[in-house]
């Protein structure tokens, strides 16, 4: 895909935060019998909010059979948003193939429900709005995405879901979320670390 749209600001405001339920259910009654392409997510999703497509990846970053595929997707996704582009960077072949209906109506569904417990949790304890933080967002989405190809048992787990608590409190616009956020990357990553030390001492030791 060679064309992308400019991000004017940081502080740009995508959809109104009260709105991002109503806004998947929209999305969910416009989803193809015969399945989503990344053209389709693109068109639907990342142009009107790369927070809500970051949130739909989740499931499939924290799954072991599809957090590598996740992690390529959220690396192309979130790098140019690092530099203010909303696009999706991926081969060719990769952007033809198609996801099922069902599959992508099960993760959007899921999605819908954690949407509504924060916004109920929100209306309860709200919070002041903030400027959306988009190259934040951007970059710590990309870190955790690299992170999730690191082929390891179970060290998917906890980047999969630092990527849904960072989309959620950046399309929210609750910095202390964002904080936490941030946070939890940092011990992501010193996991994913952790994990990976032993094995590059043993093939060290191999070699």
Sequence with gaps: MSHSKPISGDDRPDIPAAEASRLVESVLG??????????????????RSPEMLFLAFTPFAVLP???PVAGILLLCTATPLIFRRRNIFVPLFTGQRRLSAARFEKASRLLLRILKRYEAYAMRRPHPPSRRHTRWTGLLIAVLGAALLVPLP??????????????????????????????????????VALEAMPVYHLALGLL
Excluded: K, Y
């Design 30 to 47: 416009q989803v193809p019998a015969d399945g989503v392409t990344v053209a389709w997510i693109r068109e639907h999703l990342l142009l």
């Design 65 to 67: 059979a599809t957090s």
């Design 154 to 191: 179970f060290s998917n787990v906890l980047p999969g879901f630092t990527v849904g608590t960072v989309a959620l409190a950046s399309l929210e616009q609750d910095n202390r979320l964002l904080i936490l956020a941030s946070l939890m990357t940092v011990v992501s990553l010193l996991a």
